[in-house]
């Protein structure tokens, strides 16, 4: 037999944590200070010392207050960055089934929602993040269990995971993208014009370009460069911050139009209301790709993918365009390792 006395939160009330027989047992001490709960864990481990006496029984606490007990533990043991992934995940789940307590969050939810999340398309999940919110809800769970917040097995290990669609990635032509540009420039669509420029010729995604900001422009005219920070209100995906070599093409048309500070496209728009991008082109772009006689559909990741093939086909290093677009090499292979070319290396051996 073994305890512990564990507080939830800075100033919050203290529990009692005891072993019994290799089973943990929680308990509140309902005070929120430590001398009164030292002398509580005392009195229980006497108490419970006794063979005849039966220890608490496990706890099945309401969804709210056991996140609330995971999220404390997880910003003193887990990245920022991953605790802000579960809680945004975590709040898709308690949102969908509308559990009030842990047991009443089955096997049978976690099977619906990865389905629903999946058929919103472009406003749900790709069945890489269902995979990823899955691997986070049995890691929550894991960790409950072995905490003795919540009693029973964890519903998420048996949820069967998407097995990822590998697609041939689509892109547009060198040609193509100057069409492009030109006719956006002949809507007098300035914000449009730079989306195109800055997916096409530096490789940003949607978010990236919609929050990108004029003080992470650097126009050091020997070297300019486009920052991929967070900010405030934005934060990079996979927690990588990247800098990329600006494009003459970029710097030419942004250049001029130069701020201190502020958002490059959309003013000082900070929200798009129901969307879920801060500064969202779909219809501008749409219908300048219907213009230039391109495809419409997926248009900003084949975009952020002509740039990648473009310099691929170019003869730059997979491990370059990697670092640029914010990829892993092992994904940017994925994607673009058919359009290598003959490299001479190989006759090196």
């Known amino acids: 037999m073994g305890s512990r006395i564990e507080q939830r939160g800075k100033k919050g009330t203290w529990w009692y944590v005891g072993f019994y027989n290799g089973r943990v047992y929680r308990e509140s001490l309902k005070t929120t200070s430590r001398p009164a709960a030292e002398r509580e864990q005392r009195l229980r481990d006497v108490?419970?010392?006794?063979?005849?006496?039966?220890?608490?029984?496990?706890?099945?606490?309401?969804?709210?207050?056991?996140?609330?007990?995971?999220?404390?533990?997880?910003?003193?043991?887990?990245?920022?960055?991953t605790v802000e992934t579960q809680r945004r995940f975590w709040e898709v789940l308690v949102q969908f089934t509308g559990a009030e307590r842990m047991n009443e969050i089955r096997r049978g939810d976690f099977e619906r929602l990865k389905t629903a999340r999946k058929r919103l398309g472009t406003h749900g999940w790709s069945e890489q993040t269902v995979n990823n919110a899955l691997k986070d809800y049995q890691a929550i769970w894991n960790r409950g269990i072995r905490e003795g917040w919540i009693s029973g097995g964890n519903p998420v290990i048996d949820v069967e995971r998407f097995t990822?669609?590998?697609?041939?990635?689509?892109?547009?032509?060198?040609?193509?993208?100057?069409r492009l540009v030109?006719?956006?420039?002949?809507?007098?669509?300035?914000?449009?014009?730079?989306?195109?420029?800055?997916?096409?010729?530096?490789?940003?995604?949607?978010?990236?370009?919609?929050?990108?900001?004029?003080?992470?422009?650097?126009?050091?005219?020997?070297?300019?460069?486009?920052?991929?920070?967070?900010?405030?209100?934005?934060?990079?995906?996979?927690?990588?911050?990247?800098?990329?070599?600006?494009?003459?093409?970029?710097?030419?048309?942004?250049?001029?139009?130069?701020?201190?500070?502020?958002?490059?496209?959309?003013?000082?728009?900070?929200?798009?209301?129901?969307h879920r991008y801060?500064?969202?082109?779909?219809?501008?772009?749409?219908?300048?790709?219907?213009?230039?006689?391109?495809?419409?559909?997926?248009?900003?990741?084949?975009?952020?993918r002509t740039f990648g093939s473009i310099l691929v086909q170019q003869g730059v290093s997979i491990f370059k365009v990697a670092r640029w677009m914010g990829h892993s090499v092992r994904v940017c292979e994925r994607h673009y390792a058919g359009l290598l070319q003959h490299d001479p290396d190989i006759d090196l051996i």
Do not use: C
């Not at 990822?164 to 100057?178: D, G, V, W």
């Not at 996979?238 to 959309?266: Q, S, V």
């Open 47 to 81: 108490r419970y010392s006794d063979p005849s006496t039966r220890p608490p029984k496990k706890l099945n606490p309401k969804v709210a207050d056991f996140w609330a007990s995971y999220e404390a533990w997880a910003r003193e043991n887990r990245r920022s960055r």
């Open 164 to 178: 990822i669609t590998t697609r041939k990635p689509t892109f547009h032509t060198r040609e193509a993208l100057e």
């Open 182 to 274: 030109e006719v956006a420039e002949g809507m007098h669509n300035r914000d449009l014009s730079w989306a195109i420029l800055l997916m096409g010729y530096a490789g940003l995604r949607r978010n990236e370009m919609a929050s990108l900001r004029w003080e992470h422009m650097d126009f050091t005219e020997q070297a300019p460069v486009i920052k991929i920070r967070d900010s405030y209100d934005f934060r990079v995906k996979t927690a990588e911050e990247r800098d990329i070599p600006m494009h003459r093409r970029i710097f030419e048309a942004l250049y001029p139009h130069r701020k201190d500070d502020g958002y490059i496209l959309g003013g000082g728009r900070r929200s798009a209301g129901k």
């Open 278 to 304: 801060r500064y969202d082109p779909q219809r501008s772009l749409r219908e300048a790709l219907d213009l230039a006689g391109l495809p419409k559909d997926d248009p900003f990741q084949r975009l952020r």
